[in-house]
């Protein structure tokens, strides 16, 4: 009784109240997930050391080697307004364990946090204000954060807040990890501070110097902005690291030897031990040479000391994890001044075919049924399950390909509910050829990547003798896809034609095949950049003449390459026009 008349005073001064900056910033962070008070019940007795609910959220606040978890928001605020409390940092997400923060642990995704820290050894930005830090945001085509909280080193976290919080299953954890790496590159951001389970700067009423409440977004706009900006191009190699060894290269030597001082130390050690491990050394000689290096190189102090032990535990756990293969170059560049680079020997591991799969892809369905569509030539009708059954597929599939497929324009889809209900798919006349030849791209874009990213290949057919044509139409125009909009008909088709006369041509060429290949490979290149440049430019808001600025943007392309003195075997004729006459008596 005194707990709940203790609980029904709080909610009445909270009521009463004046809500500040940083209380209306959490609330907006957590609210959808966190109560304000505990609910009152009997709890049983456990064995776990631990709190676990399928339901409630864990955040942590505190210092950032002793935190403790709060999983509501009474308790947050009141650990913010006591004076006593050391409430330095805390984590934008939420976990699902109140014992541990580890990426593993973490259950829903609230916001993208950024921290460009004047202090961040990889780029020093000296003088840096807050209009800086727009204008960065804006020249990467982010959009407006959601807040900005200024460091005590004079650096800024920018953090974007989600409309609603994502899950944080293992792909999308994934994910997010990729999309915030890209958002720190773009805006000069610590590229260490990337993850689910990273901590920040707890906001207060000063350093919390922006803070717009309306500006909240949903997880597929940060989705789509790394599509246009950054398109995942998927590496079917796999690297091979036997017998090499890079740890006596002089930049390996220069960090192993150089002072590790704070700020640095902990990039400085993970990146040796990588070495080693690339290197072939085994797990004792490792923890031997790293414990020495901690003892000789390694500044220990700090606010956060470092110890012999944490150097030990990152060694174990190095070697452990199969997907750390070896340290970065540019890493190893910025840690160190010096040139370093190492090469990897990759072999191409061939994708399996349809047949050999037990799934197929989403756009092998859609391949399927506008395939269908097109050798029927009438209307699709019939109950949804009788047309998956009769497409190989669920029915959920086959509901997801019809979204997709109305979206971009491919198809018309009418619906009659009640008992004798169907379903009736038309094909939109004059338009289906380049969704056809759009899927088909998408289920041989593997085969035919390997061309020009793998050092095996084979002759294009009917290509000269010891020529490998890079890329394909059917590439080119699969790059469409990372546009996630629909485009015009036309496009796929100018596509087509375009790589017909710029660099299949060369196959046929009459010239050396060494100066035919070098001449296409560098055509394909040409034409393959300044699409990826036009995709990027639309920023998925004017695609109404998309046919007309890629054409153009390909004819000023290959016009320079005619002024820098680089050969084109046939150039279009929207392209001849525009070469100048070279009058009488020229060749």
Known sequence: MRGELDMAVAAIQLENRPVTKVEAFFRLLYGEHMRDFPRQRVRKARKASYSYDKNRPWVYIGQ???????????????????????????????????????????????????????????????????????????????????????????????????????????KVRVLFTAIQRHMASDLQGDPHAIGVERIFRTPTENSLVYFESTKVYDFQTFIDWRDINH???????????????????????????????????????????????????????????????????????????????????????????????????????????????????????????????????????????????????????????????????????????????????????????????????TLVEQEHEAFILEAAAAESMNQEKSQIDSTIGEAVGGAAPGIVLPGSAAALIALLGHLNAPYPASLPLYLGDLYRDTVSCWASSSLAPTYAQDAATHTWLILKHTLMACLRATKRESIAHLTAYVR?????????????????????????????????GSP
């Open 231 to 425: 398109p995942l191009v998927w590496d079917r190699t796999s690297p091979q690291f036997d017998h090499y060894d890079i740890m006596n290269h002089p930049a390996i030597m220069r960090l192993y030897n150089q002072e590790a001082e704070i700020g640095k130390r902990e990039a400085s050690c993970l990146t040796l031990i990588l070495a080693m491990k690339f290197s072939g050394w085994p797990l004792d000689r490792a923890m031997s040479e790293m414990e020495q290096w901690w003892h000789e190189c390694c500044e220990k102090g700090g606010s956060k000391p470092f110890t012999l032990k944490d150097v030990m535990y990152r060694v174990k756990r190095t070697y452990r994890q199969t997907k750390l293969y070896g340290p970065g170059a540019e890493i190893v560049r910025q840690l160190t001044g010096m040139d370093f680079e190492y090469k990897v020997i990759r072999f191409y591991t061939a994708a399996k075919s349809r047949e050999q799969r037990k799934y197929s892809y989403k756009h092998e369905w859609k391949a399927d049924l506008l395939a269908l569509l097109q050798k029927e030539n009438k209307p699709l009708s019939g109950p949804l399950t009788a047309i998956a059954e009769e497409l190989g597929c669920a029915v959920s599939s086959l509901k997801n390909v019809l979204t997709e497929l109305q979206n971009e324009g491919a198809i018309v889809v009418e619906s009659k509910r009640g008992r004798n209900g169907s379903t009736s798919i």
């Open 64 to 170: 950032s080697h002793e935190m403790r978890p709060v999983a509501t928001l009474a308790t947050l605020f009141g650990y913010l307004w006591d004076d006593s409390k050391d409430t330095t940092y805390y984590t934008p997400n939420s976990f699902y364990r109140s014992d541990s923060r580890r990426e593993e642990y973490a259950r829903w995704i609230h916001a993208f946090t950024l921290d460009i820290d004047v202090k961040n050894e990889f780029a020093y930005q000296a003088g840096i204000a807050l209009p800086d830090v727009m204008d960065r945001i804006e020249a990467a085509g982010l959009p407006m954060p959601t807040a900005v909280i200024q460091t005590p080193s004079g650096g800024f976290q920018a953090l974007w807040m989600l409309s609603r919080a994502v899950r944080a299953t293992p």
């Open 552 to 584: 153009n943007a390909m004819s000023s392309a290959l016009l320079a390459l005619v002024e820098r003195g680089y050969s084109v075997d046939r150039l279009p004729a929207s392209v001849q026009r525009q070469l100048p006459d070279p009058g009488p």
